[in-house]
């Protein structure tokens, strides 16, 4: 069995939004629509700290998208099975032809990492410019990070992985416990976000 997941180290994670642009850029995601993000865990503000000036202040960020769950909350609710997880690869996908647009799987997931294309996408130019095999953006239904699974399913690596200059994404097979990615899934300072929810996410922060 095959289950592909990322680890990020955090500490080596600059918060640059490479990944969040690249992203955008290789999925041809319309305005308003991002599949990744970086959250600060500072103060309310990007860049800022938490704490108080003249006393103990810190910042630190990571980036969040899609954890391709082992049991994801988003594939039990879709009453339309639009949502489902990929038996070769573990990757979480979505069918847009199938989508109804509840926006249940919205409500599902623990991240809120699933956004609605509400109306017809509104693209940046008049031509694509991403991946010609990404995903196509439909008007009312869900979206979400794929793993970049058009380029996955081929032997590559997400794109974020790639574009990412400060090397702090690792991507492969969990399940092999012989891969770089499950050696480091494996080391005491790696982290499943909101593991309690019983959702079992295969993106692992390193702190």
Wanted: proline share 6%; glycine share 10%; hydrophobic share 35%.
């Amino acid at each position: 069995m095959t289950q592909y997941g990322m680890v990020i180290d955090v500490n080596r994670c600059v918060a640059c939004n490479t990944c969040v642009v690249g992203c955008k850029v290789e999925n041809n995601l319309p305005k308003d629509m991002w599949w990744n993000k970086v959250v600060n865990e500072g103060g309310e503000n990007p860049d800022s700290p938490a704490g108080t000036y003249g006393g103990e202040m810190s910042m630190h960020s990571y980036t969040l998208a899609c954890q391709h769950c082992d049991d994801p909350a988003c594939v039990a609710v879709c009453p339309a099975g639009a949502t489902y997880k990929d038996t070769e690869t573990g990757i979480v996908l979505q069918e847009a032809d199938k989508c109804i647009g509840c926006g249940l799987c919205l409500e599902a997931c623990p991240y809120d990492v699933r956004k609605l294309q509400e109306g017809d996408p509104v693209q940046y130019a008049d031509f694509g410019f991403g991946a010609a095999a990404a995903p196509q953006h439909v008007a009312g239904t869900a979206e979400k990070c794929t793993f970049c699974y058009h380029r996955v399913k081929d032997g590559d690596v997400p794109f974020c992985v790639e574009v990412c200059p400060g090397r702090a994404r690792f991507f492969g097979d969990l399940d092999d416990p012989n891969s770089d990615v499950a050696k480091l899934a494996a080391q005491a300072n790696a982290e499943q976000m909101l593991s309690e929810a019983g959702t079992g996410p295969n993106v692992y922060l390193l702190r």
